[in-house]
């Protein structure tokens, strides 16, 4: 890891506590400052996923390729997500009533994640079973 990267993930996890900790301290006053430091890592974290593959693509062109099958594969994940996700409200006690479109996105992002889940436990498990039968 270059010395920019280790530098870069310090700050970083030293906002993030800051954060954290202001956060359960006093949530009212730092939900919204919350809230939109997470939008600015989510949105740090999708234009690297975009940017630094098409910077790669000069050195290896038939990452093209590598890099379609990836996004296509995503876009079939967020779709089975999204048509697997109901709009029907939870019971529970809050201020803003969400609208029909609000609770489908929500559930469309937790399935999409128990989905991530499963597939990275899979992954993880049969990697070391490969490894295992690759080494006798």
Request: without cysteine; proline residues 2%; positive net charge.
């Amino acid at each position: 890891m270059s010395k920019f990267a280790k530098y870069l993930l310090y700050v970083l996890f030293a906002v993030s506590l800051v954060f954290i900790v202001g956060f359960f301290i006093d949530q009212d006053a730092m939900l919204d400052s919350f809230l939109y430091y997470a939008y600015i890592l989510v949105g740090i974290a999708i234009l690297s996923i975009v940017i630094l593959p098409l910077l790669s693509l000069g050195n290896n062109p038939k990452g093209l390729k590598r890099l379609l099958m990836t996004v296509v594969l995503a876009v079939v994940f967020v779709g089975v997500s999204y048509a697997l996700a109901s709009s029907d409200p939870l019971v529970v006690k809050i201020n803003v009533e969400a609208n029909e479109n609000t609770l489908k996105l929500t559930d469309a992002g937790l399935i999409l994640t128990y989905i991530l889940s499963v597939g990275a436990f899979i992954a993880i498990i049969s990697g070391g079973i490969i490894k295992m039968v690759r080494n006798r």
